[in-house]
């Protein structure tokens, strides 16, 4: 059981059978602490290193103005605004008056009812509990407030440094596979020389040693290819390339691509395609971008003798366009990771194809920049199907 709350009462009184008949009267409330003080010149003092709930000060003492004490308390930070209680030996209206002018927050004639004077102590000292706690609150939000504000500024700055590191890293990023990207497409088409007749033939050895410069060059390539549209679209560079092309005829010459890739898995890459209008607006190397990243995604994750289904539908200005496997699926608390840059899953390659977890990435922010929406549906065992959705009728609008 909680101790009980105490109340500090200060009786400030040059008479001591005034001290004892309002000890006495105490008696009955423990919960009243009474000190007393019969100097009205270490009144102020006392109150200050104290800290009463209330003080009971009488308006007639030797060496001291009750009156002019009560003034003194009221300017004195430490008493502001403790309840006074003026005791007085008389009623009278004028004295009264003044004294509640001055600062006294009741007025009793001494000596007063027992019940009455601690019903009024009660009353006095719970009020200036109540307003410290409250000020104490106030305080503590006042503190709250500031300390955020501090906090907000803080922030800022550090998001001002953030976004700043990003943009060098972004800019870092652009000029290291810029420069990548020249050397790279050299050592691909040396090695795409050296598979040719005039330069000589090969032996087993040989020919495999040169496939797999080919092979890890172009992987690389398309490695640096991605890295330089991360920087381009992080650093809000993305620019689309409007135009009207015919979408059946891009998306039938990308699963063509694919077929061909995926045969070397015993993968069949099909295409279904019900439009009633081929000619779209869209920046096509974006989309074609979205639709390989798409397709191989699938051809990567499937098993081998697996089919992954394109099916491509136009009904009035809704566009969609749906890539669907029969790999592993996706466990559900792992679909998050799946369009953010480096995002990584548990789910792995069949045939021990490297994936660095850019392709979905940006295929979103390419859907994204047309204003579309791109999402995934997978379960574990059920494969997964990815949907790309854009409005048709919105794009065109953004040409024109």
Excluded: W
């Amino acid at each position: 059981m909680s101790e009980q709350k105490k109340f500090i009462i200060l009786l400030v009184d040059d008479q001591a059978i005034i001290h004892e008949a309002i000890r006495r009267q105490l008696l009955e409330s423990p919960d009243l602490e009474l000190h007393c003080c019969a100097d009205g010149g270490e009144a102020l003092k006392i109150a200050a290193a104290l800290k009463p709930h209330v003080i009971l000060q009488d308006l007639v003492m030797p060496d001291v103005d009750g009156l002019m004490l009560v003034q003194y308390y009221r300017v004195n930070p430490a008493t502001r605004d403790v309840p006074i209680v003026v005791l007085s030996s008389k009623e009278d209206a004028a004295i009264k008056a003044k004294a509640f002018s001055l600062g006294a927050n009741d007025y009793i004639v001494k000596l007063p009812d027992q019940a009455e004077l601690l019903a009024r102590l009660h009353y006095h000292a719970a009020a200036y509990e109540n307003l410290k706690q409250r000020a104490g609150a106030f305080r503590q939000l006042k503190e709250s407030q500031q300390a955020l504000v501090k906090l907000n500024k803080q922030l800022g700055q550090e998001q001002q440094e953030l976004k700043r590191l990003n943009e060098v890293k972004n800019r870092f990023l652009s000029i290291a596979a810029h420069d990548l990207r020249n050397p790279l497409s050299a050592i691909r088409c040396f090695a795409e020389f050296l598979t040719e007749p005039d330069m000589g033939t090969l032996n087993e050895e040989q020919r495999e040693l040169v496939d797999n410069i080919g092979s890890t060059s172009n992987s690389m390539l398309m490695l640096v290819n991605d890295l330089l549209d991360v920087s381009v679209i992080e650093s809000g560079r993305l620019q689309l390339q409007l135009g009207e092309h015919d979408l059946r005829e891009l998306v039938t010459s990308v699963v063509h691509l694919n077929h061909i890739v995926a045969q070397h898995k015993h993968i069949n890459v099909t295409l279904k395609c019900a439009v009633d209008q081929a000619v779209q607006v869209f920046d096509r190397e974006r989309f074609r971008q979205v639709i390989d990243n798409l397709i191989s995604n699938g051809v990567k994750y499937s098993p081998l003798n697996t089919t992954v289904q394109v099916q491509l539908r136009i009904q009035g200005s809704r566009i969609q366009l749906v890539v669907k496997d029969e790999g592993p699926g996706i466990p559900e608390d792992e679909q998050q990771n799946l369009f953010q840059p480096f995002g990584r899953t548990s789910v792995q390659p069949t045939a021990g194809e490297k994936s660095v977890g850019l392709g979905l990435a940006l295929s979103k922010r390419m859907v994204d920049a047309h204003g579309g929406v791109i999402r995934v549906e997978s379960a574990p065992g059920k494969g997964s199907r990815f949907i790309v959705e854009l409005n048709g009728e919105s794009l065109r609008r953004s040409l024109s």
